[in-house]
């Protein structure tokens, strides 16, 4: 008897090695990402600046203020210079009213409201022919044109729009003149004043004498002495009457970085508090803090599957809601009728006729079906005029639902 040899022991399975774990993925942005994102930002940006460096270039030219004597712009008044150049007359430009020539007779003061105390005091002080003053304010009026006065302090508008006006008084300039574009700020002219082209309540033009052959004239606003407008109505003549009745004419060139003589006209901001300005200024930097808050990126998209299924009754619902928002009753009762038309049809076995059953046959068949109705009710009531109000409505698709009832059981 042989002896069975015994079967070598099996080896068990071999556990594979474990893999190893992925590398996790970093979502912090990387330089190069970061250069990916903005180069586009940044050279739009550089484009910008290189379009303001050309069109900075294209318009080196020097640009002056309004009323500049200089100035060819249409705010200028180089024009009117021109003119008064042509008769004879000299004309001086010069930043110091308080040190102009011995020869001038005619100082124009285009901002008076510039000029500090002391040169306000020093230009009365010096005894001008005529001294032209263009919009001058409460501190100049005082100092240089007195008993004249804005027209608001008596009740009168301030302010009032350029247009053509008619001169209304006996100033041989303005007689001469004849209509003008005059307006801007209104004055009064007081007991020795004589006030030109009225406005209301107050005068664009005052004339005040200050001596024996010396005067004040008071302008409003300095839009007729334009070059833009000089050539339209009398603006020419009234410029040149005003500025040339002197031979010699100093034009006072105001220094705008200084800062407006107390008393003066004042800016809207002057009358806004200083509360409400730092109120301004912690609104802004609240909403710079939430727009940089609200464009932080927030990490890559991530797809999420959206509920799509929706229950009838819901969509009904809000359908209906959106029809009572906008009191549409007509169409509510237009989408009742087809459906109702729509049901009772194959009950009765009227076909479609382009998608819908023919009216005089549905309401034949109905009526057949049911010999209380007549065709005439039926047809009011599937294809009547529109509901007038929100009771009616409720009414009418009660009907419908009855009518449809009565048809599937009659």
């Known amino acids: ?58 318009n080196g030219e020097r640009r002056y203020p309004p009323l500049d004597p200089r100035s060819y712009d249409a705010t200028g008044s180089h024009a009117v210079v021109a003119l008064l150049q042509r ?6 430009l010069t930043t110091d009213p308080t040190a102009r020539p011995a020869t001038a007779d005619t ?122 407008l000089l050539k339209k109505d009398g603006n020419a003549a009234l410029g040149l009457g005003l500025l040339g009745a002197r031979p010699h004419v100093a034009w006072h060139l105001p220094d705008y970085t200084v800062p407006v003589a ?33 464009a932080r990126r927030l990490g890559p998209v991530v797809g999420e599957n959206l509920p799509v299924v929706v229950r009838a009754s819901e969509t009904t619902e809000g359908r209906a809601r959106l029809y009572r928002r906008a009191k549409a009753r007509g169409r509510a009762a237009d989408v009742l009728r087809r459906a109702a038309a729509h049901r009772i049809a194959p009950a009765l076995g009227v076909p479609p006729v382009a998608g819908a059953p023919d ?12 010999p209380e109705r007549s065709a005439g009710d039926v047809r009011a009531l599937l294809y009547g005029p529109p509901p007038t109000d929100d009771a009616a409505l409720l009414r009418l698709a009660d009907d419908l639902d009855a009518l449809e009832r009565q048809v599937r059981k009659p």
């Open 87 to 92: 008769q004879g007359l000299k004309v001086d």
């Open 107 to 228: 100082l124009v003061l285009p901002e008076p409201d510039l000029l500090t105390p002391e040169q306000l005091a020093a230009v009365a002080a010096a005894r001008h022919g005529r001294l032209v003053l263009v919009s001058p304010g409460p501190a100049a009026l005082s100092a240089l044109a007195p008993g004249v006065r804005l027209s608001d302090e008596n009740g009168g508008a301030p302010y009032a729009r350029v247009r053509s006006t008619d001169p209304g008084c006996s100033l041989p300039e303005a007689v001469r003149a004849g209509s003008a574009h005059v307006g801007g700020l209104l004055y009064t002219a007081g007991s020795r004043g004589e006030g030109c082209y009225p406005r209301g309540h107050g005068y664009p033009v005052v004339t005040v004498p200050t001596g024996r052959d010396t005067d004040v004239v008071v302008l409003g606003s300095s839009a007729f002495l334009t070059n833009e």
């Open 1 to 58: 008897m042989t002896s069975a040899t015994p079967a070598p022991p099996t080896a068990p399975p071999a556990t594979p090695a474990p893999r190893p774990a992925p590398a996790g993925t970093s979502l912090a942005a990387t330089g190069r990402s970061l250069w990916r994102r903005a180069r586009w930002y940044l050279l739009t940006v550089v484009l910008a600046l290189l379009a303001a460096v050309v069109l900075a270039a294209a």
């Open 262 to 294: 107390e008393g003066g006209r004042k800016s809207f901001q002057d009358y806004i508090p200083e509360g409400w300005t730092w109120a301004g200024y912690q609104l802004a930097v609240a909403v710079v803090l939430a727009a940089l808050w609200r």
């Open 359 to 370: 009216p005089t046959a549905l309401c034949a068949a109905v009526a057949d079906r049911l």
